[in-house]
């Protein structure tokens, strides 16, 4: 799913925005690093997670003993994950492009450290437009 889609479904989301943040490749989608991605993955405070139970949405359990639960086809959520902090986007939280590298580490999959690679260079390009560095032309 693209941004938009993204955004329209956390807008559709029930619950308080102040107790999730995006994650993983649906961040990276919301940053404009990549074009698409497959779900959207979330990071929820505890009391979120209570909710999600009470709620009668099933998890399990991650090896840290965090729940973890899906909901509908699209969403996954993952209680107190969070590396970093985060930033406010279109009104939702979401992590900081230091805390996405540092859960994707985590995580350690190839594809992940693909994900670094490539938000390492958006990094890098924001920090020339940002420094007046640009390359010259002629």
């Known amino acids: ?4 889609e993204i955004l329209n479904r956390l807008m559709a989301f029930p619950y308080d ?5 995006v ?6 989608v919301m940053y404009g690093i990549k074009e698409h991605a497959g779900d959207i993955d979330l990071g929820c405070s505890v009391k979120m997670a209570d909710l999600l139970e009470s709620d009668g949405y099933l998890y399990g359990r991650t090896k840290d003993g965090n729940r973890w639960f899906k909901v509908g086809e699209s969403i996954e959520i ?3 994950w969070l590396y ?3 930033i406010k986007m279109e ?3 979401v992590i900081s492009l230091n ?4 859960m994707k580490e985590k995580i350690g999959r190839e594809k992940d450290f693909k994900d670094i690679a490539l938000i390492k260079s958006f990094l890098k390009v924001k920090e020339e437009l940002y420094s ?3 390359p010259q032309t002629r």
Do not use: N, P
Request: net charge negative; hydrophobic share 30%; no cysteine.
């Open 132 to 134: 007046g560095d640009l």
């Open 84 to 86: 970093g902090s985060t």
């Open 91 to 93: 009104g939702f939280r």
């Open 23 to 28: 994650i993983t490749g649906s961040a990276m």
């Open 78 to 80: 993952f209680e107190s």
């Open 17 to 21: 925005r102040d107790e999730y943040w």
């Open 1 to 4: 799913m693209d941004r938009q």
């Open 99 to 102: 805390g996405l590298i540092e």
